[in-house]
């Protein structure tokens, strides 16, 4: 109708770039309707919107995983990720069985074997671990009415015991180790609190012999900001560059387990690292992204790495609860069934190191506490290392705007040791981007400055607060990892436990969709499990901020500065630099990472050639 | 039969040259500002109808919206979307004659540069183009929705620092429009996914407390109903009013401002909150009780009426006169119509008689939703000649010559970025007509 249309503004029309990977994830349980729209692009739409809505706290964690986030070789990544790659891979390949006993090899001679090892007997067994999350277990037990023990032994029985995978299948495969996550995340805890102190020290200099910001070998600045969050990682690597600087260069435990593991397997014990296939069991859909990453693969610590050969991923494949049940119901196994008990520790194959052996499994399993909170404790257990050091110092606690934002600060008297926060969900994280961007960036390049009215301002102090902070613990979903986008929803609870032919425990039934009041019972209930393996008391149910007060005087308490929060300091360094020893690899290649800036062309219009001879022709007073 | 004349009052000037898709009068100045697909913002006066000041430089494409900041004390504040996705604030002092201005620091070209509108901070946060901006009515709040299929909330807790508090994520396309309800702190939003939803603040979350389904296609524009509008369109007449139509204004009164929404689908439909107290039982009305939530925040939006249909192309927007009750619409058809709330006649017309023995008889009444009509009170054709028509908004009336402190204009905004102001009159009856 308009005479003066121009291709310029055709904005208001959804365009084939707005893809979103949320139809990628759910795409294999609802394929797209065909009676979709022709003037709709993607059928994709549809298939999320035919979708009961996903619960609003949930979905805030979708805009991090997007289209801006995401670009279409990515999506093919994760899309591999599957239940269905684990019992491919499974049958493909049986389970490769103390190799270590057969080569008794070293360090000079794995690089032989490894180019030795090419083609065929790559192809002939594989050695198969997998890494859960206690999120996970925590999902499952909710889920089944068990403990966070007994889900983590189900798991257990259904990757490694005889009535699991192993029962079926072309080969009989199955997983020869089951990592808790929470073990590699000691040395995350106790390498992150090592890494703010080493940024808050003032003799530190950020430079890089890289020279980019966002390089292994730059000390983060002040805020360190937590970078176990997939979520997080994706959208400030590509929205938010100028927020790299402030990244921790630590992996993720996901991560560290795969090096740990390939790392060491193949440079002690001559099994290369595509012999190794590494399954990790997630809360959430981004790890599948964050195990793609090429910074997090063997070219990152192999000495002397081949290019010739293919880089091999840390962790092969990322599947979350949901997909493990999938996983277990097409071998035709009722997880629900499965033993809950331990397996027996007769059948347990040692880890061929025993040092490592002794740190992967000690004897007695260990949980957060509640006030580590739901996603890992980090930003806990730096306040509390810096509060062992300082003898008498006490934690306070500041509720934030809302109950995902949570401000603690450590003091010593009157003095102020370190001030940390919780910063989950993604309201919050525009929040703490925009409070960290240096005043200059956030005015409009090319427009004509204003001039504040309010001189001084008390929004430059509000910024400034933002910046004072040593660390803090940002997670992509609101609740935190326990929320994560991989859990069980509370709307599939129902189906989920119908499918496993198991009552609801409670008379409840929820009909139709389930409103914030169930989500927010469900998240309590998960959050339960996650806590009650702690091996403090149990969560108190009425919620977080009740729990300071009787857990004060442990808090307060005089610490041993080794043992923080039951982790001894010494102990992880020793195994850390034990690690590196016999793999000839360096600490640094071993626990950090890199991150960068990502250009993502989504939202930049390419010009077709067509546009261009149409903008060429009306600049010359010309038109179509 | 039409009742008004729409006739042309002034053009303003000058014309952009490129399309121009929204002009937003000043809440307290007589001033309008129109945002343009040029990345500029015009900022004409409504006594004179010339270019006062162009806001530019701030956005790298089209700015789709703008919203003046309510409440503001001798300064103007000014939101602006864009396509580029962020949204920016812009400050211009208005210097009453008690106003002591100093200046302090600065240099001379900057000083020529007081007149203008001062870019003072940015907006980023939505990944595509921004679509609607607007503030709250009490200023608290700003929200901002977007080709993502986000709606932001932002607050502003001092001059400059928003945070967000809120990205709400429920609709499965392109967000269009967002508008606030005038008494409470109620969002509400439109898309392209043929839905309107409402929001509210649940202990401290945003949550979607109502999805509204009616429309077939995308929803262009909403807006709510001002406030008391009972004291001042078909309701202000009192006198001789039957019991139901008494029941009426009360329920009305209860729902508080209803809804206006345009659409695609060519249609412009009225939609009305079903009152919480009492609505189980007083007025029997059927609703289920919410067996989801203990304490629901749920609201219930009924459509009260869809009036009568005179576009034969998409609607793009609509506005809810906030002094007579009036509603304008207009769209791709470049027409521009204006619809006028009457009571049914009911003695005369025995259709609705029988709903009348219904509530007589303590029952309720099917028709006791159409106890009022709207019919189309005038109807002006190409008002931008062979032009899309963007955007119409009520406005008042500020030049010479205008009739009284009431009377208000209505100001059209076009893809030929022209902007246009027009008297609405009352005709005398003709026959034939």
């Known amino acids: 109708m308009s005479a003066i249309l121009s291709a310029d503004d055709l904005n208001d029309f959804i365009s084939p770039g707005v893809a979103c990977i949320k139809p990628i994830e759910t795409l294999p349980a609802h394929p797209p309707e065909s009676n979709s729209n022709a003037y709709e692009v993607t059928t994709e739409e549809h298939a999320t919107?035919?979708?009961?809505?996903?619960?609003?706290?949930?979905?805030?964690?979708?805009?991090?995983?997007?289209?801006?986030?995401?670009?279409?070789?990515?999506?093919?990544?994760?899309?591999?990720?599957?239940?269905?790659?684990?019992?491919?891979?499974?049958?493909?390949?049986?389970?490769?069985?103390?190799?270590?006993?057969?080569?008794?090899?070293?360090?000079?001679?794995?690089?032989?074997?490894?180019?030795?090892?090419?083609?065929?007997?790559?192809?002939?067994?594989?050695?198969?671990?997998?890494?859960?999350?206690?999120?996970?277990?925590?999902?499952?037990?909710?889920?089944?009415?068990?403990?966070?023990?007994?889900?983590?032994?189900?798991?257990?029985?259904?990757?490694?015991?005889?009535?699991?995978?192993?029962?079926?299948?072309?080969?009989?495969?199955d997983f020869t180790w089951v990592i808790d996550t929470n073990i590699v995340r000691e040395a995350c805890l106790v390498a992150a609190a090592d890494e703010v102190a080493s940024t808050l020290s003032p003799d530190v200099t950020p430079s890089s012999s890289t020279g980019f910001e966002g390089a292994i070998d730059t000390t983060p600045k002040q805020p360190i900001?937590?970078?176990?969050?997939?979520?997080?990682?994706?959208?400030?690597?590509?929205?938010?560059?100028?927020?790299?600087?402030?990244?921790?260069?630590?992996?993720?435990?996901?991560?560290?387990?795969?090096?740990?593991?390939?790392?060491?397997?193949?440079?002690?014990?001559?099994?290369?690292?595509?012999?190794?296939?590494?399954?990790?069991?997630?809360?959430?859909?981004d790890k599948?992204?964050?195990?793609?990453?090429?910074?997090?693969?063997?070219?990152?610590?192999?000495?002397?790495?081949?290019?010739?050969?293919?880089?091999?991923?840390?962790?092969?494949?990322?599947?979350?609860?949901?997909?493990?049940?999938?996983?277990?119901?097409?071998?035709?196994?009722?997880?629900?069934?499965?033993?809950?008990?331990?397996?027996?520790?007769?059948?347990?194959?040692?880890?061929?190191?025993?040092?490592?052996?002794?740190?992967?499994?000690?004897?007695?399993?260990?949980?957060?506490?509640?006030?580590?909170?739901?996603?890992?404790?980090?930003?806990?257990?730096?306040?509390?290392?810096?509060?062992?050091?300082?003898?008498?110092?006490?934690?306070?606690?500041?509720?934030?705007?809302?109950a995902d934002v949570v401000v603690y600060s450590l003091t010593q008297g009157s003095k102020s040791i370190i001030k940390t926060a919780r910063y989950y969900g993604f309201r919050?994280?525009?929040?703490?981007?925009?409070?960290?961007?240096?005043?200059?960036?956030?005015?409009?390049?090319?427009?004509?400055?204003?001039?504040?009215?309010?001189?001084?301002?008390?929004?430059?102090?509000?910024?400034?607060?933002?910046?004072?902070?040593?660390?803090?613990?940002?997670?992509?979903c609101p609740g935190g990892c326990t929320n994560g986008g991989g859990q069980i929803k509370v709307s599939e609870v129902e189906e989920v436990r119908a499918l496993e032919g198991i009552q609801s425990v409670n008379r409840e039934t929820t009909v139709g969709r389930p409103g914030l009041t169930e989500q927010k019972e469900w998240l309590?209930?998960?959050?339960?499990?996650?806590?009650?393996?702690?091996?403090?008391?149990?969560?108190?149910?009425?919620?977080?901020?009740?729990?300071?007060?009787?857990?004060?005087?442990?808090?307060?308490?005089?610490?041993?500065?080794?043992?923080?929060?039951?982790?001894?300091?010494?102990?992880?360094?020793?195994?850390?630099?034990?690690?590196?020893?016999?793999t000839g690899v360096s600490t640094q290649d071993l626990l950090y990472t890199s991150y960068r800036k990502v250009e993502s062309d989504v939202g930049k219009k390419k010009q077709s050639d067509v546009e261009r001879v149409a903008g060429l022709a009306s600049a010359l007073g010309g038109g179509w | 039969m039409s009742s008004l004349q729409i006739q042309p009052l002034a053009t303003l000037s000058p014309p952009s040259n490129s399309r121009c898709w929204q002009s937003v009068p000043h809440p307290s100045q007589p001033l309008i500002a129109t945002a343009c697909s040029d990345k500029t913002v015009r900022v004409f006066s409504l006594t004179s109808f010339t270019l006062l000041h162009s806001i530019s430089g701030g956005h790298k494409r089209s700015v789709r919206s703008v919203s003046w900041k309510p409440h503001t004390k001798g300064q103007s504040v000014l939101a602006t979307g864009s396509f580029d996705a962020s949204a920016g604030i812009w400050r211009r002092v208005e210097r009453g004659p008690e106003e002591d201005f100093t200046r302090h620091g600065r240099d001379d070209d900057e000083e020529e540069d007081d007149e203008d509108y001062q870019f003072s901070c940015i907006l980023d946060g939505h990944e595509h183009e921004i679509k609607s901006i607007v503030w709250s009515p009490s200023g608290q709040y700003l929200a901002t929705c977007s080709r993502d299929k986000s709606v932001w909330i932002w607050e502003e807790l001092e001059d400059d620092n928003f945070e967000t508090v809120a990205v709400l994520q429920e609709h499965d396309q392109d967000v269009k429009c967002v508008a606030w309800h005038p008494e409470e702190d109620l969002l509400a939003s439109a898309s392209y996914d043929d839905t309107i939803r409402l929001y509210r603040e649940d202990q401290d979350d945003w949550v979607q407390v109502c999805c509204i389904n009616g429309h077939s296609e995308t929803v262009w524009c909403i807006e709510f109903e001002g406030s008391g509008m009972g004291e001042k369109d078909f309701r202000a007449q009192k006198g001789e009013l039957s019991e139901e139509q008494i029941q009426h204004i009360e329920l009305l009164e209860r729902s508080g401002p209803r809804l206006a929404s345009c659409s695609d689908d060519s249609t412009v439909r009225i939609w009305r909150r079903q009152p919480k107290e009492g609505a189980d039982h007083a007025n029997g009305h059927a609703g289920v009780p919410s067996i989801i939530r203990s304490f629901s925040v749920d609201e219930e939006w009924v459509e009260d009426a869809v009036l009568p249909q005179r576009h034969d192309r998409v609607i793009y927007s609509i506005s809810w006169s906030r002094k007579s009750g009036l509603l304008a619409s207009t769209g791709s058809d470049g027409k521009i119509v204006i619809y006028k709330e009457r009571w049914k006649e009911q003695i005369s017309n025995g259709v609705t008689a029988a709903g009348v023995d219904k509530v007589v008889n303590g029952i309720e009444a099917p028709s006791r939703h159409r106890m009022t009509e709207w019919v189309v009170a005038a109807e002006l054709y190409s008002a931008h000649d062979v032009f899309e028509v963007n955007h119409a908004v009520w406005a008042k009336r500020c030049d010479k010559g205008r009739r009284s402190d009431d009377e208000e204009i209505i100001v059209s905004t076009g893809d030929d970025g022209e902007v246009k102001a027009w008297t609405v009159e009352e005709v005398k009856p003709q026959a034939g007509g």
């Open chain 1, 428 to 476: 919050n994280i525009q929040n703490l981007v925009r409070g960290l961007k240096p005043a200059k960036v956030s005015k409009l390049p090319g427009a004509r400055m204003g001039v504040s009215r309010r001189p001084g301002g008390s929004s430059a102090a509000a910024r400034e607060s933002v910046k004072d902070y040593a660390y803090v613990e940002v997670m992509a």
């Open chain 1, 288 to 402: 599948k992204l964050e195990a793609s990453r090429s910074e997090l693969t063997s070219t990152a610590w192999l000495p002397n790495h081949d290019t010739t050969h293919d880089p091999v991923r840390d962790v092969d494949c990322v599947i979350t609860a949901r997909e493990l049940l999938h996983l277990a119901s097409a071998r035709n196994i009722s997880f629900s069934s499965l033993p809950r008990s331990p397996l027996p520790s007769s059948s347990r194959i040692p880890f061929p190191d025993p040092s490592i052996d002794a740190f992967l499994f000690p004897p007695r399993r260990k949980n957060q506490s509640v006030l580590a909170g739901p996603s890992g404790g980090y930003m806990y257990h730096i306040l509390r290392t810096y509060q062992a050091q300082h003898p008498g110092s006490e934690i306070s606690e500041s509720p934030g705007r809302n």
């Open chain 1, 49 to 173: 919107a035919s979708q009961p809505r996903t619960p609003a706290q949930i979905s805030l964690t979708d805009c991090l995983a997007c289209s801006g986030c995401v670009t279409s070789a990515e999506a093919v990544l994760v899309q591999l990720q599957s239940h269905n790659e684990v019992l491919s891979t499974l049958d493909a390949h049986p389970s490769l069985r103390t190799p270590w006993l057969a080569h008794n090899g070293t360090n000079g001679k794995l690089n032989n074997i490894l180019n030795g090892v090419n083609g065929h007997y790559q192809q002939e067994g594989k050695l198969f671990v997998a890494s859960v999350s206690p999120q996970t277990r925590a999902s499952l037990a909710a889920l089944f009415s068990v403990s966070e023990v007994e889900a983590g032994n189900m798991i257990n029985q259904l990757l490694s015991g005889a009535s699991g995978l192993r029962a079926s299948g072309v080969h009989g495969s």
């Open chain 1, 225 to 285: 900001l937590t970078s176990a969050c997939p979520g997080w990682i994706c959208y400030a690597e590509k929205t938010h560059p100028e927020i790299l600087p402030h990244l921790s260069r630590l992996k993720s435990p996901q991560a560290l387990t795969g090096t740990l593991l390939k790392s060491v397997l193949s440079q002690r014990y001559n099994v290369p690292p595509s012999q190794i296939w590494h399954l990790a069991i997630m809360p959430c859909f």
């Open chain 1, 524 to 582: 309590r209930r998960v959050d339960e499990a996650y806590f009650s393996g702690s091996d403090e008391e149990s969560a108190d149910e009425d919620g977080d901020l009740n729990m300071v007060e009787p857990e004060a005087s442990k808090l307060n308490g005089l610490l041993d500065e080794d043992v923080v929060n039951g982790i001894s300091r010494s102990y992880i360094h020793n195994m850390i630099s034990h690690w590196s020893g016999i």
